[in-house]
T-cell receptor, first 115, second 117 residues
Framework: NAGVTQTPKFQVLKTGQSMTLQCAQD?????MSWYRQDPGMGLRLIHY???????DQGEVPNGYNVSRSTTEDFPLRLLSAAPSQTSVYFC??????????????FGNGTRLTVT | AQKITQTQPGMFVQEKEAVTLDCTYD???????LFWYKQPSSGEMIFLIY??????QNATEGRYSLNFQKARKSANLVISASQLGDSAMYFC??????????????FGQGTILTVHP
């Protein structure tokens, strides 16, 4: 019972490099999202998707791209890494996006450091 | 816009005692859900309990209960019979069914709970 799987767990990048954080879920969830967690700022929504082929921006989308070609996968791309993107990134999914009663199921997070 | 406020940066409790973690919220949406998550030092986010805005009774899940006071816009988490393993960061969060906050989970700043033996 894998749930939400994120890779890698840790990553160090140099400023200007690009990379993709992978996220996959095996629960046939309609809704997927990416959050970043920074000290003192809680979790903030980067991008989200309400279904395959549909994505939208969250609170802090700048510097990140997403796509949703399948129900299962929702990768997050850092286009040109900056030190301000040093953070812990969480992928989360839920069964429904149209109701308020679906809890988000989180992956274990990716700790990213940009030097 | 939605907002969640957790005013207690840190809380301490003695093992086997009960503790209440405060959460207040603000939203103009009539239908919303309130959630509590636990984040231990290992970093994962664990879903604990859910309360719907139209639910008449307070939610309970084992040792966790949610003290929901809709008129006061508060959704406090009560942990009974605290255990050492309850030491963690706790987040209150809210989700609406529609409007501009469609699907988004809005988090509070979190409360660090430390359980003393």
């Amino acid at each position: 019972n894998a749930g939400v799987t994120q890779t890698p767990k840790f990553q160090v990048l140099k400023t200007g490099q690009s990379m993709t954080l992978q996220c996959a879920q095996d629960m046939n969830h309609e809704y997927m999202s990416w959050y970043r967690q920074d000290p003192g700022m809680g979790l903030r929504l980067i991008h989200y998707s309400v279904g395959a082929g549909i994505t939208d921006q969250g609170e802090v989308p700048n510097g990140y791209n997403v796509s949703r070609s399948t129900t299962e996968d929702f990768p997050l791309r850092l286009l040109s890494a900056a030190p301000s993107q040093t953070s812990v990134y969480f992928c989360a999914s839920s069964y429904s996006s149209g109701t308020a009663n679906s809890p988000l199921h989180f992956g274990n997070g990716t700790r990213l450091t940009v030097t | 816009a939605q907002k969640i406020t957790q005013t207690q940066p840190g809380m301490f409790v003695q093992e086997k005692e009960a503790v209440t973690l405060d959460c207040t919220y603000d939203t103009s949406d009539p239908s919303y859900g309130l959630f509590w998550y636990k984040q231990p030092s290992s970093g994962e986010m664990i879903f604990l309990i859910y309360q719907g805005s139209y639910d008449q009774q307070n939610a309970t899940e084992g040792r966790y209960s949610l003290n929901f006071q809709k008129a006061r816009k508060s959704a406090n988490l009560v942990i009974s019979a605290s255990q050492l393993g309850d030491s963690a960061m706790y987040f209150c969060a809210m989700r609406s069914a529609g409007g501009t906050s469609y699907g988004k989970l809005t988090f509070g700043q979190g409360t660090i709970l430390t359980v003393h033996p």
